[in-house]
């Protein structure tokens, strides 16, 4: 059965520094993966789609993740933290028949 | 482009009740899956409507259940509402069925049961 484990449920930077939000998965097969957004109130956007092209995927933001099949990792990452990057994220998988199964989600709160 | 709407943004509900939510998706997508988020939860899957049928479903009771119209909008229905039905829940669209299509969602409804 496919899954996916984000590994922290709040993590905290400061306004300029790197962002790293850790996400390992599970699947008997290439998976597709992705990572979207939540801001308070609001629905989901999609920040970026991993499909067994490019190991390292480009997203909107500044974001990026890279695939690492060794390490059944999909963390997410961006050089310098904005204020308006404080939001909750989720990591997932979709099936061949495009049910997305979705992390717990991890909260990115940035102080200035 | 309008995107995916749904309506009404809120809803508060007694125990017992029905509910009614919908969505519209966004033009050109022909898919429409719904999906349940408890607080600090991720979203859960309920249902996914293509072609006007229900095409799979996730662990949810029979008291979910949902319609797709020709327009491709797509309601979904809740009866016998319980306290744990209050969630804020997402209607997501994509052109097509497939784990590649990407699913652009809505804003959500959120639903309290009182």
């Known amino acids: 059965a496919q899954s996916v484990t984000q590994l922290d449920s709040h993590v905290s930077v400061s306004e300029g520094t790197p962002v790293l939000l850790r996400c390992n998965y599970s699947s008997s097969y290439s998976p597709s993966l992705f990572w979207y957004v939540q801001h308070p109130n609001k629905g989901l956007q999609l920040l970026l789609k991993?499909?067994?092209?490019?190991?390292l995927v480009k997203g909107i933001n500044g974001f990026e993740a890279e695939f690492k099949k060794s390490e059944t990792s999909f963390h997410l990452t961006k050089p310098s933290a904005h204020m308006s990057d404080a939001a909750e994220y989720f990591c997932g998988t979709s099936s061949n028949t495009g049910k997305l199964i979705f992390g717990q989600g991890t909260t990115l709160q940035v102080k200035p | 482009d309008a995107g995916v709407t749904q309506s009404p943004t809120h809803l508060i509900k007694t125990r017992g009740q029905q509910v009614t939510l919908r969505c519209s998706p966004k033009?050109?997508?022909?898919?429409v899956s719904w999906y349940q988020q408890a607080l600090g939860q991720g979203p859960q899957f309920i249902f996914q409507y293509y072609e006007e049928e229900e095409r799979q479903r996730g662990n949810f009771p029979d008291r979910f259940s949902g319609h797709q119209f020709p327009n491709y909008s797509s309601e979904l229905n809740v009866n016998a509402l319980l306290l744990g039905d209050s969630a804020l829940y997402l209607c997501?669209?994509?052109?097509?069925?497939?784990?590649?299509?990407?699913?652009?969602f809505g804003p959500g409804t959120r639903l309290t049961v009182l």
């Open positions: 997501a669209s994509s052109p097509g069925q497939g784990g590649l299509n990407t699913q652009y």
């Open positions: 033009s050109g997508h022909d898919t």
């Open positions: 991993y499909t067994s092209a490019a190991t």
